[in-house]
DNA sequence: ATACCAAACTTGTTTAAACAAGTCAATGTG
DNA sequence: CACATTGACTTGTTTAAACAAGTTTGGTAT
């Protein structure tokens, strides 16, 4: 956790919104009133608002002040705009989790990995098939595909624990974009074996493209998840142009 | 358009980005490269990046520069992060498009109308019912329900053509903020009678909030896609704690 | 040749200041 | 009373400068 100025503004706001501390529609103080309580210049205050509007906490009104328009959403399974994984998703939504690996293996990309993942051809990856459990139910079917060279260590014991904790703190390793692609898609064996779709014969599938702090791309991950326990919040601003 | 400084630096540096002129995994031009070039401040050129960053186009690595990882996708119902109406959607990815209005109605907001829109009970709404039409084939039911105070003079033939240009051109109000989210439903017999589904059961559908520059939210959107031409985009980042 | 270190780059954070532009209420004038 | 204007607020854009911190390169001492 850095310790930047605006960060720690910007969490303090964020923390003030969300207890209702400000209520809905109603405007933040100015930001000449922010400077003058947090001690630093109107600039970075501006970058901790600057936060809060790209989550839709806020809305900035020229002339008028800074409002807020925070609505809290009911469990999502999603959090937006963040890159998140699911241990840390069921422990903000108080969740009983569990994960079953059900296969391992090291492969080297083909032609046809190469289209959906865009790995080249020969690359060697680590394929792992993940079961994810909410309370109980197994609700999300997990198709990983680890650049093998970024990620020596990974074993069946590490996808079962948390991945992303190995791959942060034992290699130091910093995961910052995603690209992620939503799309609903007909259920196959897989999905039919270990999920229990009722009379859905369909899923929401999130497909995406994880790169490190190097900008390499390390991971493809397509997620198939119950209809029922899929929700993706997205905080969309119109851009002029 | 505005033509504030940052954002013809944006686009013009979007622009190099999309036609390769920088290519796939180069470093763009330095900070201070671009302060040269384009005759600004480095604050400005800054402020320009991160908008690429937000979008996915460029990743910033410190002591290195600013790497494109830019990959162009194919053909995508909706761009992320910003908010696009059906018209300009279509036009974008050169498609034929048609609107239907199937029903046009003034309501007041029932106790049921609040759960799922939010307006609050008794408020008075235009609720409309539209088919859009891709390269002839139905593909989106979507469910409007727009606030009547502020679009007194919306009307059928507004509906069928575009409402975002007339809320936008006509009225002058400006939209700035949507949340959306997005979830997969079973078909109800309103998607049956217009949409041909075939084997699926389900649709994507995206529920959108969407508020004007005042803050107030006018109007509550759910949209319902064919799962074979739905995509949906979204590039998240990596927040720190 | 190797190892180390310093200099010269890169981006990241913060401050300060000025001016533009939008909103609002009070004040004045007709 | 109605209306326009002014002035005091608000956020928006841009500049300039300084220092922090990470990566690269090249030279120096071993």
Redo the contacts between chains.
Sequence with gaps: ??KVKY?TIY?NLKQKIETEEYSF?ELLPSEHTLVLEYGCSRNTVRRAIAEL??E?YV?S?QGKGV?N?F?P?EQ?TFKM???ESFKESAIRNHQEYFTNVVHFETIQANQKIEKKT?FPQGTELIYIQRIHYFDGKPLIVNHNYFLKALLPGLSKEIAQHSIYEYIENTLGM?????????????MNEIDMKYIDLK??????VVS??T?N???V?FEYTQSRHH?DY????????????
């Design positions: 956790m850095p960060d969490k529609q509007v790209k839709g809305q009104v409002l328009i609505r959403v999502s705009g963040s890159i865009s910093v995961i910052v974009t995603s690209k992620r692609v939503m799309t609903v898609e007909k009379d859905y014969n369909c899923l929401a995406s493209f790169y702090q190097e900008g791309m209809p899929f929700k993706f919040v997205d905080i969309a601003t119109r851009r002029n142009g």
